[in-house]
T-cell receptor
Framework: EAQVTQNPRYLITVTGKKLTVTCSQNMNHEYMSWYRQDPGLGLRQIYYSMNVEVTDKGDVPEGYKVSRKEKRNFPLILESPSPNQTSLYFC????????????FGQGTRLTVV | GQSLEQPSEVTAVEGAIVQINCTYQTSGFYGLSWYQQHDGGAPTFLSYNGLDGLEETGRFSSFLSRSDSYGYLLLQELQMKDSASYFCAVSSYTGGFKTIFGAGTRLFVKA
């Protein structure tokens, strides 16, 4: 089954404790990206990657890191989480490099206390 | 800057037709996509327009006018299960292909 898998689905952590949210896709997609979703703001792109070893900032990259060492994986790293990073996070992938039809993972609900 | 505007809420009755508009301001515009999201779920892709005109996919159609920086999603024969949030999203090229989402339109379908 074609899918984008994120883990964990739910995470509660404390301020400053480094965490990683994993994302994996099995569709051989070139483009992968991370979004955060907050009430009334829609989805905001954090980082994106158009191919292996190619990553770039989206609209809200501060406080986040990513890497793309393999085509299928695109982890999101929060080196020192803060309460304002409490949000619902989605990973997505799409064929080609234009991200015109994205497939989303099921989301990760992150709470930073 | 880059921005998208869409109505925050729309209400319609079952069986009716509803149109959700989206206007955008962006540089390097490439295309406009539409996504549906049910409460507690992930966004799912509905439609994409790269060129002016109408794209039809079953009960859903999407329209784009690049000269007017405007698009819409048309939902026909509304069903209760269409109650969800709908997002327009612009793909633009500014050295890389970024994606900007609108804040979403909450659609309520009444019996």
């Amino acid at each position: 089954e074609a899918q984008v898998t994120q883990n964990p689905r739910y995470l509660i952590t404390v301020t400053g404790k480094k965490l990683t949210v994993t994302c994996s896709q099995n569709m051989n997609h070139e483009y992968m990206s991370w979004y955060r979703q907050d009430p009334g703001l829609g989805l905001r792109q954090i980082y994106y990657s158009m191919n292996v070893e190619v990553t770039d900032k989206g609209d809200v990259p501060e406080g986040y890191k990513v890497s793309r060492k393999e085509k299928r994986n695109f982890p999101l790293i929060l080196e020192s989480p803060s309460p304002n990073q409490t949000s619902l996070y989605f990973c997505a992938s799409s064929w080609g490099q234009r991200n015109t039809e994205a497939f989303f993972g099921q989301g990760t609900r992150l709470t930073v206390v | 800057g880059q921005s998208l505007e869409q109505p925050s809420e729309v209400t319609a009755v079952e069986g009716a037709i509803v149109q959700i508009n989206c206007t955008y301001q962006t540089s390097g515009f490439y295309g406009l996509s539409w996504y549906q999201q049910h409460d507690g779920g992930a966004p799912t892709f509905l439609s994409y327009n790269g060129l002016d005109g109408l794209e039809e996919t079953g009960r859903f159609s999407s329209f784009l006018s690049r000269s007017d920086s405007y698009g819409y999603l048309l939902l026909q024969e509304l069903q209760m299960k269409d109650s969800a949030s709908y997002f327009c999203a612009v793909s633009s090229y500014t050295g890389g292909f970024k994606t900007i989402f609108g804040a979403g339109t909450r659609l309520f379908v009444k019996a």
